[in-house]
Every structure is written in structure tokens, then in C-alpha cells.
């Protein structure tokens, strides 16, 4: 799998600034299934980072692919970035809040030699930032 990860910025209600944070590429595992369960159990691919305060904050890219009967290829991926110290989504169940984050899947018939398909901000993470901020990222999976 490998992910392009861009941060997108605004100011005024205008896309004001995009950064490219990286392209990472690695191996993901690949499950027999519907894809319910494989998008609980994706692999991390690590390396990418975001400029942050003058320093750097880790970027976790996760994705995994599925194969069912039929045959149907399910891939989904997720990109997120939590700085130091956020407070959680709600009290006493939830994680830190991210400063952003995006997600998506695919679902195709056959076994395709590519797969690509993008993520879609969390329009909550959106909301919450200041500034607000997005995550852009391109997935492409390789057979």
C-alpha cells in the first residue's frame, strides 16, 4: 500500500495552505473476509510526520485489504495525527481527540492488480480544530 498525505490549512473559510507531509509505502495484511473484521486489524505503515510548534508529531497511517467469496476485494485505510496533551472525545470512554484524521474504503468486484481510491476528512475533527485543519491522503494497493 502506499499513501500520499497532504495538510490542508485554512483562514477565512478558504483553503489558505497545503503542506505535503509524506508518501509511505509498506505491506498491509490481506484477510479472507467481508472486510468488517479487516478494518479492525490494519497494519501501521510508519514514517510519516507533521511539522507541529517547531517540532514533529508522528502521523499514523493504517490500512488493510479483504478478500471474500465471490470474488470481492475490500481495502480501507486511515490517517490521523493527535498532538500532545489533547483532550478525549468524551469523558472517561474515548482516546484524545485528533487534530485530524481521515478515513475510507473500497469495495470492488474481482481481484483487481491496483486499487486506488482516496480518504475523507472527519468533518468532527474539522470542527474542533483551530485553525481548522484536514488531512488529504491518496491510497493506491498493489497487487
Known sequence: MKVSVHLLETRNGRVSKRT?????SGKVPVYADDGTAARAYGREIAGCRMPWKGGYLPV?????????RGPVTFASAFVSVVPPGAAPL????????????SSGEV?????????????TPNPGAILNAKPPVWLEA???VTN
Do not use: H
Not at 505535503?20 to 509511505?24: H, P
Not at 468524551?90 to 484524521?101: F, K, M
Open 90 to 101: 468524551c469523558p472517561d470512554l474515548c482516546g484524545p481527540q485528533p487534530l485530524a484524521d
Open 138 to 140: 491518496d491510497v493506491v
Open 107 to 119: 469495495r470492488v468486484s474481482g481481484i483487481p492488480a491496483t486499487l486506488a481510491f482516496g480518504l
Open 20 to 24: 505535503r507531509l509524506c508518501e509511505v
Open 60 to 68: 499514523e497511517v493504517r490500512g488493510t485489504v479483504a478478500v471474500a
